[in-house]
């Protein structure tokens, strides 16, 4: 599993930039980085670019099997 942070589409560019510089740095401090060492996790530091493709990647593959299958969120 994985977790994101995401912007409405609509934000510009700098904001984007700037809140991935912010949260960057957050992660990568040492007490982030014992926080999900704890849990077994390591934080990644995807570009806002990369983790839209994860996004999508993730809807190709799964989208269309979960709509099949009828699953809903509760």
Not at 14 to 20: A, C, E, G, N, V
């Amino acid at each position: 599993g994985w977790v994101g942070i995401a912007a409405p589409a609509a934000t510009p560019p700098p904001i984007i930039d700037r809140l991935q510089r912010e949260i960057a740095a957050v992660l990568a401090s040492p007490q982030a980085r014992e926080w999900f060492a704890s849990y077994g996790l390591e934080p990644g530091d995807e570009s806002p670019e990369a983790f839209a493709d994860q996004i999508r990647a993730e809807h190709a593959r799964f989208g269309s099997l979960i709509h099949a299958a009828g699953i809903k969120a509760e």
